[in-house]
C-alpha cells in the first residue's frame, strides 16, 4: 500500500491559486490518485481522481508527472470556505485499496 | 435523499460499556467503511467490508466489531476492550469493485466520548 507525503499546513490568500503537492514514491501500476478535502467535524469529501498527466474538473485540476511519484492538486482563485485540510491517497481504484489518509494538508485561506 | 447517515451525532458512554454506532446508506454501495479520526490527525482504517457478510480488519481492528447483515447497514460496536474509544467516527461507501473507482462517500460522523 503506497503511502503518501504531504506539506503539513500552508497559508494562501484569497483570490490565489494554490497548489498541494503529494510524493508517492512508491505508487504501483495499477493505483490511482485520488483527492479529499474535510472541514471540522464533517466527513471528508471527494475532489478529484487521476491516473496520470493532468485531469480537472469544476472545482480543482490535478498534475500528475509521468513517472507518477508525485502529484499536485490545483485550486484555482481559492475563497475563504476553501481552508479545509486536504488529503491525497493512492490505491487500487479496482480493489479499492485506497484506505491510508495521512494526516494531511492544512489549507488556511486569509483574508 | 440519497448519502450515507450515521447516528448518533454525538454520543457519551461510561467506562466498561459496549456502544453500538449506525451507519446506513442508500446509494446502493457494496463496500462500507468505519475510520476512527482523533484530534489533529488524518483517518485511521478500523474495518472494512466489500460485500453483505463478508468483512475485513483495518490498521486498528482491536477492541472494535462489526457486523454486515444487509447492504445498506455496517454498525460498528466499541467494545470496553477499545483502551481509548474516545474519537470521531466516521462510516463510508463506495461501489463494487467492478464498477469503477472505488471513491468514497462518507457520512457526518459520530463524536464518541467516553466519561
Known amino acids: 500500500l503506497a503511502k503518501t507525503t504531504q506539506p503539513i499546513s500552508m497559508d494562501s490568500y484569497e483570490g490565489q491559486e494554490v497548489n498541494i503537492t503529494c510524493s508517492h514514491n512508491n505508487i504501483a501500476t495499477n493505483d490511482y490518485i485520488t483527492w479529499y478535502q474535510q472541514f471540522p467535524s464533517q466527513g471528508p469529501r471527494f475532489i478529484i481522481q487521476g491516473y496520470k498527466t493532468k485531469v480537472t474538473n469544476e472545482v480543482a485540476s490535478l498534475f500528475i508527472p509521468a513517472d507518477r511519484k508525485s502529484s499536485t492538486l490545483s485550486l484555482p482563485r481559492v475563497s475563504l470556505s476553501d481552508t479545509a485540510v486536504y488529503y491525497c491517497?493512492?490505491?487500487?481504484?479496482?480493489?479499492?485499496?485506497?484506505?491510508?489518509f495521512g494526516t494531511g494538508t492544512s489549507l488556511t485561506v486569509i483574508p | 435523499d440519497g448519502g450515507i447517515t450515521q447516528s448518533p451525532k454525538y454520543l457519551f458512554r461510561k467506562e466498561g460499556q459496549n456502544v453500538t454506532l449506525s451507519c446506513e446508506q442508500n446509494l446502493n454501495h457494496d463496500a462500507m467503511y468505519w475510520y476512527r479520526q482523533d484530534p489533529g490527525q488524518g483517518l485511521r482504517l478500523i474495518y472494512y467490508?466489500?460485500?453483505?457478510?463478508?468483512?475485513q480488519k483495518g490498521d486498528i481492528a482491536e477492541g472494535y466489531s462489526v457486523s454486515r447483515e444487509k447492504k445498506e447497514s455496517f454498525p460498528l460496536t466499541v467494545t470496553s476492550a477499545q483502551k481509548n474509544p474516545t474519537a470521531f467516527y466516521l462510516c463510508?461507501?463506495?461501489?463494487?469493485?467492478?464498477?469503477?473507482?472505488?471513491?468514497?462517500?462518507f457520512g457526518p460522523g459520530t463524536r464518541l466520548t467516553v466519561l
Open positions: 467490508s466489500q460485500i453483505v457478510n463478508d468483512f
Open positions: 463510508a461507501s463506495s461501489i463494487g469493485r467492478e464498477r469503477g473507482s472505488r471513491t468514497q462517500y
Open positions: 491517497l493512492v490505491g487500487d481504484a479496482r480493489t479499492g485499496n485506497q484506505f491510508y
